[in-house]
């Protein structure tokens, strides 16, 4: 069964900061990673959906990296912004048949001004 | 394009009543799922439909049941309300598998 971990579960920073974000999986037989943003009282934003043949993903300031065979993966937030203070949320997919994605808690992130 | 949303957005129940949660997506999707989120636990999925006229059990189907209405679609009852089903549900949606997944607001759920 796999088992998502995120690591820190929360994270304080002043604005300007370059941060990362963990996340490790027990089953490395994935498909795909998403990573999502999750507001206060809000549904989740998707960011970044890494396939299993990739190694990166951009998307403006931010880089998500995956190490399959580690069960490792990470996003990078360059310059990080107070907007960018919510949940985050690592989801990797299985890759056989209707595989379901598998959320870790996700780590919390505040950026100060 | 109003994306997936979710009626109610809050709602009290007592133990014992039953309701059904509504959603809707205008993406023309092929796939829809329903989340719950407690604290702690992440997401865990209850039910899925992979396609118009076709649904399946997630990892806690237990207390729910469902209906692809159509392809826009999905509504998750609880027929018998149980304090444990106090939770955050959400709605998804994906053109199809195992494509970006699209989020509801949620559902807040309370039951006494």
């Known amino acids: 069964k796999q088992e998502v971990t995120q690591i820190p579960a929360a994270l304080s920073v002043p604005e300007g900061e370059n941060l990362v974000l963990n996340c490790s999986f027990t089953d490395s037989a994935i498909y795909n990673l998403q990573w999502f943003r999750q507001d206060p009282g809000k549904g989740l934003t998707s960011l970044l959906l890494?396939?299993?043949?990739?190694r990166e993903q951009t998307s403006g300031r931010l880089n998500a990296s995956l190490d399959k065979s580690s069960g490792r993966s990470t996003l990078y937030i360059a310059a990080s912004q107070p907007g960018d203070s919510a949940t985050y949320l690592c989801?990797?997919?299985?890759?056989?048949?209707?595989?379901?994605?598998?959320f870790g808690t996700g780590t919390r992130l505040l950026v100060s001004p | 394009n109003a994306g997936v949303t979710q009626t109610p957005k809050f709602q009290v129940l007592k133990t014992g009543q039953s309701m059904t949660l509504q959603c809707a997506q205008d993406?023309?999707?092929?796939?829809m799922y329903w989340y719950r989120q407690d604290p702690g636990m992440g997401l865990r999925l209850i039910y899925y439909?992979?396609?118009?006229?076709?649904?399946d059990k997630g990892e806690v189907p237990n207390g729910y049941n469902v209906s692809r209405l159509n392809k826009r679609e999905f509504s998750l009852r609880l027929e018998s309300a149980a304090p444990s089903q106090t939770s955050v549900y959400f709605c998804?949606?994906?053109?199809?598998?195992?494509?970006?997944?699209?989020f509801g607001p949620g559902t807040r759920l309370t039951v006494l």
């Open positions: 439909s992979a396609s118009e006229g076709t649904t």
């Open positions: 989801a990797p997919r299985g890759n056989t048949g209707f595989q379901k994605l598998v």
């Open positions: 998804a949606s994906t053109v199809q598998e195992p494509d970006t997944q699209y």
């Open positions: 993406m023309n999707h092929n796939s």
């Open positions: 890494i396939q299993s043949s990739q």
